[in-house]
């Protein structure tokens, strides 16, 4: 199959803003031959972030004939923005685990976020990758009282299931704090320079990498799924999608909220204030804070002001992070604002294997909460562990058909509440406008305009790009997301870009453009 040599200076995100992961020269081997339809591969794995990529090179080194399909670039969704620490502890935290599910699950998890951590270790020394990998004390601190006792229960539960942390004098940043706890052999490294690495690597094995390759439908039968894309077929045994929600309705769409995290990335004017580890507050949402050096530049990177996708200003999230860094720190210069998302499960642990009710030899992998790097890592061991027949530890524990009607059960309800409310409320809201000359440049709205509900966007010279607004995954109304140029479905946390091309699913079709005077 013949192969071509791809060099980026920048990649790709599914994003307006840019995170420093995206800068640089990055060169891949993509194929560029057709796919005839005909081959039946062992396995399609569908998306290219770390999940995708850590499954399809473990398949491909086990002799599984493996193709990947990412409808744009690798790491054009959420493994482009993250803030890449490496933890082994979660935002489920040890002390929950224990409680909502066992002291032995606990001990579980621990054991997974030590074995993602060797495998993301491994896997670059094996492979020559140069990521970056750097490792660092985590340190987790309480401002308040309430978050000291919170914090006390944290480090109980975590020494208990094995892993070492401590009391420590320092939290590591200029954030005053009540109490301090250290996480050792902690870890951070760049995304981007790791998953070209990994494609790399699995393009050498053999494996065949398709970027640019939307798959648009999928079918089953006689133990071939058939995958469609728009100008591919792909036929294999085993289907992976490692593309956060799977596609389509189902039970992810209520188990899981998607939510948009923001970091900024900043240069100080006092060299000794970069930290040398990664630390995190008590807050709901939290921040955390680490240091990157990008092309001989040191930054700091703050990351925090969480929310559901599509219900809060993100404009606003950016200007609340910035000036809680000004508060603490002497900054020279704003050098990366971004935002990435993610999705919380409703029992706070991620769900990773067989997909529930779907068909035979169908996985998937989803609800990762903010340790995407970790559980995407764990998840490319599981899914081909599963596939190749291997039994796997934390398969029970991660069962995606697990239920846990106790832990998360009042999110869950919340959650499901908050969406139908949504769905519901924006159905029968919009502007009524009489001109289109009235809207602001550079933004978007949803308007009610001769009659009909639309999505505008005016771009800076007065073009004006009109879409139906209705979400093609499950019909919610979409709203604008002036931080990112996008539109973004307050549902289940589908995007679109401005001319109504899929950015992020669950969706797979594109919304309608509609033609206005
Ligand atoms: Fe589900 Fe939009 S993402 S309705």
Request: hydrophobic fraction near 20%; charged fraction near 20%.
């Given at each position: 199959m013949e192969k071509i040599n791809t060099t980026r200076q920048q990649t790709l995100r599914d994003s307006e803003t840019l995170s420093p992961w995206q800068k640089g020269s990055f060169t891949l081997n993509a194929t560029t031959d057709k796919i005839t339809g005909e081959t039946v591969y062992d396995a399609l794995v569908v998306g290219g972030g770390i999940t995708g990529l850590t499954t399809a090179l473990l398949l491909q080194k086990q002799g599984k004939q493996t193709i990947l399909a990412e409808a744009r670039t690798i790491g054009f969704g959420t493994t482009g923005g993250t803030s890449a620490h490496l933890n082994t502890f979660f935002d489920a935290t040890y002390a929950d685990v224990e409680s909502d599910f066992s002291e032995a699950d606990a001990k579980l998890l621990a054991n997974c976020g030590k074995e993602a951590f060797s495998m993301i270790r491994d896997l670059s020394q094996d492979h020559n990758i140069a990521c970056d990998l750097e490792i660092k004390d985590g340190y987790l601190y309480a401002e308040t009282d309430e978050e000291v006792k919170i914090l006390d229960d944290i480090l109980t539960a975590s020494q208990k299931a094995g892993i070492e942390v401590f009391e420590a004098d320092d939290n590591g940043v200029k954030v005053p704090f009540k109490k301090s706890i250290v996480f050792k052999k902690q870890g951070q490294f760049h995304p981007l320079k790791y998953i070209y690495g990994l494609a790399k690597a699995f393009i050498e094995a053999g494996g065949v990498l398709l970027e640019d390759t939307f798959i648009r439908e999928t079918s089953f039968a006689d133990g071939v799924h058939l995958a469609k894309g728009d100008s591919v077929t792909i036929k294999a045994k085993n289907l992976v999608y490692a593309t956060h929600l799977p596609p389509g309705i189902n039970v992810f769409d209520f188990n899981c909220a998607p939510y948009r995290s923001y970091v900024i990335g900043v240069k100080l004017k006092n060299e000794a204030d970069y930290p040398d580890c990664l630390s995190y507050d008590s807050k709901e949402p939290y921040h955390y804070f680490r240091g990157h050096t990008v092309d001989g530049q040191k930054y700091l990177l703050v990351g925090g002001e969480d929310h559901k996708t599509g219900h809060e200003d993100p404009d606003a999230a950016f200007d609340t992070l910035e000036k809680y860094i000004r508060n603490y720190y002497d900054v020279d210069e704003v050098a990366f604002k971004w935002s990435s998302q993610y999705y919380v499960p409703t029992d706070q642990l991620p769900f990773i294997g067989q997909m529930p009710m779907g068909d035979d030899n169908l996985y998937m992998a989803t609800g990762y909460n903010g340790n995407g790097m970790m559980f995407g890592t764990i998840a490319g061991k599981m899914i081909s562990d599963a596939i190749l027949g291997k039994e796997n530890e934390y398969a029970d524990l991660f069962n995606p058909s697990r239920i846990k009607p106790v832990a998360g059960f009042m999110d869950f309800v919340k959650e499901n509440a908050d969406v139908a409310y949504r769905f519901v409320a924006d159905r029968i809201s919009a502007e009524s406008i009489?001109?289109?000359?009235?809207l602001e440049s550079d933004t978007g709205t949803i308007v009610k305009y001769e009659g009909e509900k639309l999505a505008v966007y005016k771009d800076a010279d007065g073009k004006i790009t009109a879409l139906?607004?209705?979400?093609?995954?499950?019909?919610c109304i979409v709203c604008f997301n002036h931080a990112e140029k996008s539109w973004d479905c307050p549902c289940h946390g589908g995007r679109f870009d401005i001319?109504?091309?899929?950015?992020?699913?669950?969706?797979r079709m594109d919304l309608q453009k509609v033609d206005i005077e």
């Open positions: 009489n001109s289109l000359k009235d139906n607004p209705t979400c093609t995954h499950a019909g001319d109504g091309k899929v950015l992020t699913g669950p969706p």
